[in-house]
């Protein structure tokens, strides 16, 4: 073994971590379908293997991102046992889980990533991937890994990392839509999104404020209306069913959460807060 980690897939990503590990010193192997993406790699120091088997057999520690599971399934080698695999590749819980169960067996060490960034926010430690698996394969992996971002380890459970991967990003979108819906209305009225953005974000400052306090509430099924009630978002939420309906903007995501609030207070529920509404989404699952 000639190198510290060997790097698998050299797609936009691929190639970002790959750059970030030489970066920090690292000896780096790297494979690509497309053997022309190793040549930028290959100039900034690293070593271009001959094929995915090759690159498995160069370092104790092989990193992986590729499309999704099917390619990554397609590369994987029996020369990767006893190693440990740092997969980067994004899936879902039960492929994660499924994933280790099977390379456990055949005596490799599997670690699953969530990388919560983009390309150009790798090698910066404000940013974070998380983590779960192998916790003595992690915590040998963890300096290497710290050139990437911030790592952050979820624990054991090799599904949690891709769990929590792709709720932060349903937060993501859900949150990019209310802005989006919101930037239609002002918009409709003849202002722009960039007058109405810097008080969209600084309103985000107080919402991150208000999960902050609902995490207490859910985690304790209690859901005391004591900062506002469900029958004051109903009706507040008529507002905004009806500023939308009147300037032909789209009402179905207020339409959507008009509905959760008014099953809530149908349901009796009136005098509690919006973290009630969690109840709603767990009947649906
Ligand atoms: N880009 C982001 O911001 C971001 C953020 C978080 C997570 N991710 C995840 O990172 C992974 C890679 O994303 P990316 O943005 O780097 O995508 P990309 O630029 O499209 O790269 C895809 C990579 O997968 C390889 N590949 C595709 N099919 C393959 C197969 N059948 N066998 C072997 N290799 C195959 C490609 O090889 P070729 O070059 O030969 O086509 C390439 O190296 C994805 O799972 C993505 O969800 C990306």
Known sequence: MHS???VLGLGQMGSALASAFLRAGHRVTVWNRSAAKTAPLVAQGAVAAASAAEAQRSAPVVAACVLDYPALTG????ALSSRTLVNLTSGSPEQARSLATQLASE??????GGIMTT???IGDPRSMILYSGDQDAFAAASDLLSALAEPINLGAEPGRAALYDTALLGIMWATLTGWLHATALVTADGSTAAHFTPLATRWLG??????AGYATQVDAGSYPG???TLDVHLATLEHLVHASEVREVDPALPRLLHDYARRAVEAGHGADGWARIVELLRAKA
């Open 206 to 211: 107080p919402v991150a404020g208000f999960v």
């Open 75 to 78: 590369i994987l080698d029996p």
């Open 119 to 121: 390309p150009p926010g």
């Open 226 to 228: 004591s900062d506002a």
């Open 107 to 112: 005596g490799v060490r599997y670690v699953d």
């Open 4 to 6: 510290d980690v060997a």
